[in-house]
């Protein structure tokens, strides 16, 4: 028992003597760890430049024009020479009315014309004669005053014959139906034998180029739309981007829903057609100075964008509002200023993780590693 006390003694010491060394002060010799590295970046600037600004709406293209071409004289339709979704031209004859008719009114008011003109120049004749006889006292008063009766009314047949010949030449005329304007045939109302009346429809003619598209501007982007300003427009099923430019507008905003309507003319390049739906982007400034970006220095996850600035050598995310997007930039609606540093390619990048610049040396090199690790 004795020998086995002081053996656990012994061990005890021994234990407390070891703990005592390890619980001695530190090696001041052995290095500390070292701090984390700052990661090299590259960098860009957020610049201004000039973007065009345009506003973005809808609206509906129609018919430039449209007629409802009727008959302005009684009759039977002799001939139609178009068709549903003809084209046509200002001044071509569409149909024909009873032109045999009409045709004879005029030989008969050009006949009657000219007996007229016949009795009107003996009439004169006549009174000619009266008033030398009346010089030399052989006719009497009452002969001179015939004789200027007489003349007065052939005059007035004349006028009265050359009315009837006028009217007849003007139904032979309106006889031979003709289009209003360049356009297309959207509708034929009556066909060979019909009779019509005088104002029977005989065909709808619709004018497609240039075509009427309608928009709706809100009121707060109203004040920027100015007559003669560009618009390019897009329809459904077509890749095409057509121009336009705007040629009227209302006067007024609606109250019902405060939007002011705006019309532009779009020339038919001919995938268009009235009734399409279209969008379309009002050019309201050519070139508005504005932020911009690289591309390369955006990240965008889960909906949301932000870039990465250094401030006082570490990182620092910055959410952002973008827009537009070209060549080599995106545009920057909020976020950032004019001028500030954005990280490129900041992909794994956290707020306050040590940053340093390259430079334009060791990015060259760092490149060419990469280029030359991935062959």
């Known amino acids: 028992m004795k020998f086995g006390w002081r053996y656990f003694g012994f061990s005890g010491g021994l234990f407390a003597l070891l703990l005592l060394v390890s619980c001695g002060p530190a090696d001041k010799t052995k290095p500390a760890h070292a701090a984390t590295a700052p990661r090299p970046v590259r960098v860009g600037r957020v610049e201004s430049r000039p973007m065009e600004r345009a506003l973005h709406v809808v609206g509906t293209l129609s018919a430039r024009d449209e007629a409802t071409v009727s008959a302005q004289v009684a009759g039977q339709i002799e001939k139609n020479h178009v068709d549903f979704g003809d084209r046509v031209t200002a001044g071509q004859e569409l149909v024909l009315i009873d032109v045999t008719a009409y045709e004879t009114l005029v030989r008969q008011s050009a006949a009657n014309l000219a007996r007229a003109n016949a009795s009107s120049a003996n009439a004169a004749q006549n009174l000619r004669r009266v008033q030398e006889l009346q010089k030399e006292k052989i006719a009497s008063t009452s002969d001179l005053e015939q004789a200027v009766a007489e003349s007065g009314k052939a005059q007035a047949d004349v006028k009265s014959s050359e009315a009837t010949d006028a009217i007849a030449q003007l139904n032979l005329e309106?006889?031979?139906?003709?289009?209003?304007?360049?356009?297309?045939?959207a509708q034929r109302l009556a066909s060979v034998g019909d009779y019509v009346a005088i104002g029977t429809p005989i065909v709808?003619?619709?004018?497609?180029d240039p075509l009427r598209l309608r928009l709706e501007v809100p009121e707060r982007e109203s004040v920027a739309i100015r007559p003669g300003q560009s618009v390019r427009l897009t329809v459904d099923g077509d890749t095409n981007?057509?121009?336009?430019?705007?040629?009227?507008?209302?006067?007024?905003?609606?109250?019902?829903?405060?939007?002011?309507?705006?019309?532009?003319?779009?020339?038919?390049?001919?995938?268009?057609?009235?009734?399409l739906f279209a969008r379309a982007e009002i050019i309201v400034n050519a070139s508005e100075p504005a932020l911009s970006i690289p591309p390369n220095a955006l990240v965008a996850f889960a909906g949301l964008e932000k870039v990465v600035v250094i401030q006082a050598g570490q990182a620092a995310e910055k959410p952002v509002t973008t827009g537009r997007r070209g060549p080599g930039w995106i545009e920057i609606i909020s976020g950032v200023s004019a001028g500030e540093t954005v990280v490129l390619d900041p992909a794994g990048i956290r707020t306050g993780q040590p940053l340093a610049v390259?430079?334009?040396?060791?990015?060259?090199?760092?490149?060419?590693?990469?280029?030359?690790?991935?062959?």
């Open 204 to 208: 709808r003619i619709v004018q497609t």
């Open 358 to 375: 390259e430079s334009a040396t060791e990015a060259a090199s760092a490149n060419k590693a990469k280029t030359e690790s991935g062959r």
């Open 174 to 185: 309106r006889s031979r139906v003709r289009a209003p304007f360049d356009g297309a045939v």
């Open 241 to 275: 981007s057509y121009p336009g430019r705007i040629v009227r507008i209302a006067p007024a905003i609606r109250e019902a829903d405060r939007m002011l309507t705006v019309e532009a003319d779009v020339p038919n390049q001919g995938g268009l057609r009235a009734g």
